[in-house]
């Protein structure tokens, strides 16, 4: 096994190492309004569930931008507004993830520039992409500051929301209240320039036995 030592290495290289190994990522493609009203999309594939009561999601946002010392434009919006709305990124948004990822000057709609169309939300301000088949709609609950908020490698906002409402297309429904997984064809982030999509072939199921229902003398079954 080969040690990879940390000490020494920039920020950015850090950062790199975890991206390739925590993997895949779910990508968050986040909806927001400016004050104006424009909308913003930006992916984020830093996007954990926390938790179910209340329904806590977590999204990390750098604290700049990769090319200047400016905040980012989802950070603007979302932190003036308290809202936003997290698209589930799927196949059918793949071929313009690193589009809409490009860091596009304030008040770029980035759903026009790319010609995702977006639909009035339930709850929340920010639009939905009508693209995605589902969609978390978020209000602010607490935010985390963490690393140099300096640097767009290290400096941090950990933004846990409470999900509001979501919204899902019925080609994805298992039951009234549940997902088919497989139906979805989600698209996870790999290391740089890497990306996978959950499709038929891809994924496979594993049944999970309690141990208490394990038979008498067996541990693994």
């Given at each position: 096994?080969?040690?990879?030592?940390?000490?020494?290495?920039?920020?950015?290289?850090?950062?790199?190492?975890?991206?390739?190994?925590?993997?895949?990522?779910?990508i968050a493609m986040i909806t927001t309004l400016n004050a104006d009203g424009g909308v913003n999309v930006a992916p984020f594939s830093y996007y954990m569930p926390v938790c179910g009561e209340p329904p806590l999601v977590a999204v990390t946002v750098g604290s700049v931008?990769?090319?200047t010392d400016q905040p980012k434009d989802s950070w603007v919006n979302l932190s003036a507004s308290g809202e936003f709305v997290i698209n589930v990124t799927t196949t059918a948004l793949a071929d313009h993830i690193e589009t809409v990822a490009r860091?596009?000057?304030?008040?770029?709609?980035?759903?026009?520039?790319?010609?995702?169309?977006?639909?009035?939300?339930?709850?929340?301000?920010?639009?939905?992409?009508?693209?995605?088949?589902?969609?978390?709609?978020?209000?602010?609950?607490?935010?985390?500051?963490?690393g140099e908020m300096d640097s767009c490698f290290s400096g941090v906002h950990i933004v846990l929301a409470e999900v509001v409402c979501i919204t899902a297309d019925e080609s994805i429904m298992a039951s009234p209240t549940r997902i088919d997984p497989t139906r979805v064809h989600a698209v996870g982030r790999m290391g740089f320039p890497w990306f996978v999509a959950a499709s038929t072939d891809s994924i496979f199921s594993r049944d999970r036995v309690a141990y208490a229902d394990l038979p008498d003398g067996e541990?693994?079954?």
């Open positions: 096994m080969r040690i990879i030592d940390l000490a020494g290495r920039t920020p950015a290289q850090k950062q790199g190492l975890l991206s390739q190994l925590v993997v895949p990522r779910p931008r990769e090319a860091e596009y000057p304030p008040g770029v709609d980035e759903a026009e520039l790319v010609g995702w169309r977006t639909v009035p939300s339930q709850v929340v301000a920010p639009p939905s992409l009508a693209d995605s088949p589902a969609h978390l709609e978020c209000r602010v609950r607490e935010v985390i500051d963490r541990v693994v079954a």
